[in-house]
């Protein structure tokens, strides 16, 4: 059993940064890949980014890519989103989430086994 909670959403302008972050806890946080997904109103759920369980491979959807950047700790078992350049369609629910059967950073929602409750992030034009 993994718990998993996300913080650091909120409302900014477009353009502004906003770094979210999630705590894990209940299992051996080196030994999984962990990865961070959205959901917009009226949307399926879609892959944003993922980090390997050592930190060193990451992946990253390509409407994010350049803009938001993963990282991991792994002796605080936390995971951060960086995001930059915010823009209007960034906003939704985002979600981190943990393959605890996996090291490798998939982009596949099927992958992953635990799921953070979901905080919104809303950028304003």
């Known amino acids: 059993q993994v718990q998993l909670v996300e913080s650091g959403g909120g409302l900014v302008q477009a353009g502004d940064s906003l770094r979210l972050s999630c705590i894990a806890s209940?299992?051996?946080?080196?030994?999984?890949?962990m990865g961070w997904f959205r959901q917009a109103p009226g949307k399926e759920r879609e892959f944003v980014a993922a980090?390997?369980?050592?930190?060193?491979?990451?992946n990253y959807a390509d409407s994010v890519k350049g803009r938001f950047t993963i990282s991991r700790n792994n002796a605080k078992n936390t995971v951060s989103l960086q995001m930059n350049s915010l823009k209007p369609e960034d906003t939704a629910v985002y979600y981190c989430?943990?393959?605890?059967?996996?090291?490798?950073?998939?982009?596949?929602?099927?992958?992953?086994?635990?799921w953070g409750p979901g905080l919104q992030v809303t950028v304003s034009s």
């Open positions: 989430a943990a393959a605890i059967n996996s090291g490798w950073p998939s982009y596949a929602i099927r992958g992953y086994d635990y």
């Open positions: 209940g299992r051996t946080f080196s030994s999984y890949a």
């Open positions: 980090i390997g369980r050592s930190g060193s491979m990451t």
